[in-house]
């Protein structure tokens, strides 16, 4: 089994909160889930774009293991999960959308590949 070779250095809240909704995909599956509610992965896969089976799926591990997202499953033939934002997760959210707002001051807009979600934050 893989074991990190360093123990994680948390120093401040500060690189808590960014290891927790920062990265290339977290901050992006928050804004998904907030934007849409609650969602199969087939859906979020859909709405992510070029994301890969693999990243999802360990990107989902990590935020429900975070308590950000919440995974539901229904005993149901065929099996049906459901992930949506946690309170917790939705408490990130602002802090997402006034990242977002200030990061628009200098974002260069590229409407092409900009997520329909962040068109939707109003980030301007």
């Not at 992006?28 to 849409?36: G, K």
Request: aromatic share 10%.
């Amino acid at each position: 089994m893989y074991q990190k070779k360093l123990e994680r250095d948390i120093r401040c809240p500060l690189e808590y909160g960014l290891e927790i909704f920062g990265g290339k995909w977290n901050s992006r599956i928050i804004c998904v889930l907030a934007t849409t509610g609650t969602l199969r992965y087939s859906q979020i896969r859909k709405e992510m774009g070029n994301i890969t089976d693999a990243v999802l799926a360990s990107t989902l591990k990590q935020l429900i293991q975070n308590q950000i997202v919440l995974r539901k499953s229904y005993d149901e033939i065929p099996p049906r999960v459901e992930y949506s934002l946690t309170d917790y997760g939705k408490s990130v959210v602002p802090i997402l959308q006034s990242i977002c707002k200030w990061a628009g001051a200098f974002y260069k807009e590229d409407n092409e590949h900009t997520m329909i979600q962040c068109q939707r934050c109003d980030y301007k």
